[in-house]
């Protein structure tokens, strides 16, 4: 019996990813995030709606960071982390700035949060007096066996 030492990894048919990025607090973050995440999907055996969708999710939810942590007079950073375990995909969104109520109104509302819950599995949003982290998580289905059908009795 063999045994994994520190610097070996055991045989797994999983794919397991992990990256991370930071970037200014800034408009263009949403759209470097979004290239991101496509790039990280792109491996998955998924669809392109369920590729979008993720996009989508995590493009909102730092884009959020942008608007609603700091004030343009104290601009700050936000963090994007992706990794992968069994046949989920998570997504962790950080900025280290403070709450910013929305301003909602019927030209501008407010439906980030919305569409995050509609296009992940799960959303948890946690803030306090350290910043922001919104976790998102989302189930992928099981990579299909690509090995041709072997027909017997034919």
């Known amino acids: 019996m063999s045994m994994a030492t520190r610097d070996e990894r055991p045989a797994t048919t999983d794919t397991s990813e992990f990256a991370r990025r930071r970037w200014p607090a800034v408009p263009e973050a949403a759209a470097l995030a979004r290239a991101d995440v496509l790039r990280w999907l792109a491996p998955f055996d998924t669809t392109e709606g ?3 969708d993720l996009t989508l999710a995590v493009s909102e939810a730092v884009a959020n960071s942008v608007v609603h942590a700091y004030s343009p007079d104290a601009p700050g950073s936000v963090g994007l ?3 992968t ?5 998570w997504f962790a969104i950080v900025d280290e700035g403070s709450w910013h109520a929305p301003e909602i ?5 407010c439906l980030g ?3 995050m819950r509609r296009l992940a599995d799960a959303v948890v949003i946690s803030y306090g007096a350290r ?5 998102l998580c989302h189930t992928l289905p099981r990579r ?9 009795g034919a």
């Open 81 to 83: 982390t992706f990794w």
């Open 85 to 89: 375990d069994d046949r989920k995909v």
């Open 113 to 115: 949060i919305t569409f």
């Open 50 to 52: 369920c590729r979008q």
């Open 131 to 135: 910043g922001t982290t919104v976790l």
């Open 144 to 152: 299909r066996d690509r090995r041709p059908a072997v027909r017997s």
């Open 105 to 109: 109104s019927d030209d501008r509302p």
